[in-house]
Structures are given as structure tokens and as C-alpha cells.
């Protein structure tokens, strides 16, 4: 049930002190259970403004995305290039004719099995979508996020929006309203606090916009998945010159030097040097004293890869000389935190 607020509550409620970022700007904290924080955030989407949304992957950083300036403006808070594509929030499956054309059949069947869910569909664009919403390509990223909060917003505005990650281009994913703050602080209008996101890493992007199905960034849906759909094979190129979000070689990094290596690696390291360093672990923490530099990670994929972006965050404020990660078990459903991994470690 949500809450009501007195009225001027929802404006007054959550302003943060700018302390990092010098700027005019006062990033408002918005709530999810508050209807006239809602009423709020879906104000600051019809006027242009940048709301950070809750979604059950990551936060994302969202505007208007009919809007073009609006858009811009997404681009400018990060400091991400503007040749680098967005994907676009849609409320319902109907709204895909809104922003692409010449869909195939199997996208409505991916949809019916996946949405609302993490999976963005890669399909050629309608003509009336901005230029600054793909980069000027060809194609355009859809799908129908599965947070509740998000997807009444979406409902209500009757808008799709733009929404990359809510972080500083190229630092870690934020899975809560605080660690949005922390990058984004004065750079934003308004975050609105949904709670921790339960599935923690970013959607699986999927090509349909040729003859093979092709996955352009590992997410929490696999191609095994998707290929049952389907009923043909979902290639999985580990190279490819698609631009799309989160697709570049350095990516999703903490501020702390971050080293993927075996266990015995990273128990020598935490040795050698002692709390300079964090030791993020597998299978349990025997032998190693109790510290907040020591972590034992889920042994199962989705616990592990809920956790593993708020417990880098943790870590990166602990002015550590470096953090080292056991590297996670190579099987199936795992690609996703390969990925993220490979594009935030520093080489050993």
C-alpha cells in the first residue's frame, strides 16, 4: 500500500546537501511507497528532467526518450560519449510498434516469455525515435523492465524512457538509491528510492535485427533460455562491432583497483599485504580474521550476482590499496558475471 505525504512533503523530504559535485542542483529523494513522491518523479520525466528509476537489474538514469534534449542531458550527468546507443523503457509489449518497426514474430514470443524482465531486444528503430537515443544507428534496444515502481511510471506517463545505468560513465552499476547518490549527487533532478534491486546486473541485450539471433551483452537471461524459446541457437560472439550499452573494454569498475584471480592467488595477496587489501571469497572465509575488507560471496548465481555489485561498492569506500575476487566458477548461467568482471578488472 503506498503512503501519502503532506503536500510540499515529497519536495521538502530527502533534499541532499551537495558535497561532492559543485553544482546548483539539488538531487531530490524521492520514495516508491509515497503517491506524491510518485506524482513527483513522473512530473520531473514530463518536463524534461533526469529521475534515477529502479528496475529489478540495475538503477537507471532516465528521461523522456521522445525528448531529445531531455536525452542529451543523460550523456552530459554521466560523462558518457554520445556515440554510445541507450536502451529504451517501455511500459507493455503493445509499445514496441511505438519505437521499432519491421518486428518479427519471435520478438512478440520472447517478450511473451521474458517481459517484464532483463531482456533488451536489439531491433531496427521507427523512424521518430531521436537520433541521440541510438546514436544515429539503425537499431534500437527495447524491453519492459519487471520493477513494479518503474513500470507504474512508465504506465502513467504513458512514456518510454532512456536508461543507462545511473553512475558516472564507466564506474560501478548502482543497486541502491544511496549508491546512486554517491556518483550522481547535484548532477540530477531526483532519485526515487524503490529499494535494492533484486536482480543486480544489467539485461541481456539480444540482435534480431538480422538473420541470426545473437547476444550483444551476457545478462541474467542465457541463450540457452532464450534458444528453447526460439527453437534455433542464439550465438554468443565473444567479439563483435556492435555498439552497445556496457559493450566497452573498461567498464563497471570500482574507484579500487579491482584483481580476478584464483583462490590461493588471493588468499597470497591478502598475506602479503595484509587490510591494504580486501579479499572477496568463495566458499567461506576459514582462516582469515573477521574484517569488513573480507567477504564471502553467495555460491549461487543469483544471490551471487545480486551481491556482487553492492559489495564492490562497500568495499571502494574503505580506502583499500586494492580489492582482490576469487573468480567465480566457470558453468553455465555465469557468463553475465564474467563478463562484468573482465571489464572491471585491472590485468594481473
Aim: glycine share 8%; hydrophobic share 45%.
Amino acid at each position: 500500500m503506498l503512503l501519502s505525504c503532506a503536500p510540499g512533503e515529497a519536495y521538502k523530504r530527502g533534499m541532499i546537501a551537495l558535497a561532492t559535485h559543485k553544482s546548483d542542483k539539488t538531487t531530490l529523494v524521492l520514495h516508491a511507497q509515497c503517491d506524491e513522491d510518485i506524482a513527483q518523479a513522473g512530473d520531473i520525466l514530463r518536463r524534461g528532467g533526469l529521475l534515477a528509476v529502479p528496475t529489478e537489474t540495475v538503477y537507471g538514469l532516465a528521461a523522456d526518450a521522445s525528448n531529445a534534449e531531455a536525452v542529451k542531458a543523460i550523456f552530459t550527468a554521466k560523462g558518457r560519449p554520445a556515440d554510445h546507443p541507450l536502451i529504451v523503457h517501455i511500459a507493455s509489449v503493445d509499445a514496441l510498434a511505438r519505437w521499432a518497426v519491421n518486428i518479427p514474430p519471435l520478438a512478440y514470443e520472447l517478450a511473451a516469455a521474458f517481459w517484464p524482465g532483463p531482456l533488451t531486444l536489439l531491433l531496427p528503430r521507427a523512424a521518430s525515435v531521436p537520433d541521440v537515443v541510438t546514436a544515429g544507428r539503425a537499431s534500437i534496444g527495447l524491453r519492459m523492465p519487471a520493477h513494479p515502481v518503474l513500470l507504474r511510471l512508465l504506465q502513467e506517463t504513458g512514456m518510454g524512457v532512456a536508461a543507462p545505468s545511473a553512475n558516472p560513465y564507466k564506474r560501478l552499476s548502482p543497486t541502491s538509491a544511496a549508491q546512486v547518490l554517491a556518483g550522481l549527487n547535484g548532477r540530477i533532478d531526483a532519485v526515487l528510492d524503490g529499494g535494492d534491486c533484486q536482480v543486480g546486473l544489467e539485461s541481456t541485450i539480444l540482435d534480431m535485427t538480422g538473420e541470426e539471433l545473437r547476444i550483444l551483452r551476457s545478462g541474467p537471461v542465457t541463450a540457452a533460455q532464450i534458444a528453447e524459446v526460439a527453437g534455433r541457437e542464439v550465438q554468443t560472439p565473444l567479439q563483435h562491432d556492435v555498439a552497445v550499452p556496457g559493450n566497452v573494454a573498461v567498464h563497471y569498475q570500482p574507484r579500487t583497483p579491482l584483481f580476478v584471480a584464483e583462490r590461493e592467488q588471493v588468499l597470497a595477496a591478502r598475506h602479503a599485504r595484509g587490510e591494504r587489501v580486501a579479499v572477496v571469497l568463495l566458499g567461506g572465509t576459514a582462516g582469515l580474521p573477521e574484517s569488513a575488507s573480507v567477504v564471502c560471496m553467495p555460491a549461487q548465481k543469483p544471490a551471487y550476482a545480486q551481491a556482487l555489485y553492492r559489495t564492490l561498492h562497500e568495499l571502494d569506500t574503505l580506502a583499500l590499496e586494492a580489492i582482490w575476487l576469487e573468480r567465480p566458477p566457470r558453468a553455465d548461467g555465469w557468463a553475465d558475471v564474467h563478463d562484468r568482471l573482465n571489464r572491471a578488472a585491472s590485468p594481473l
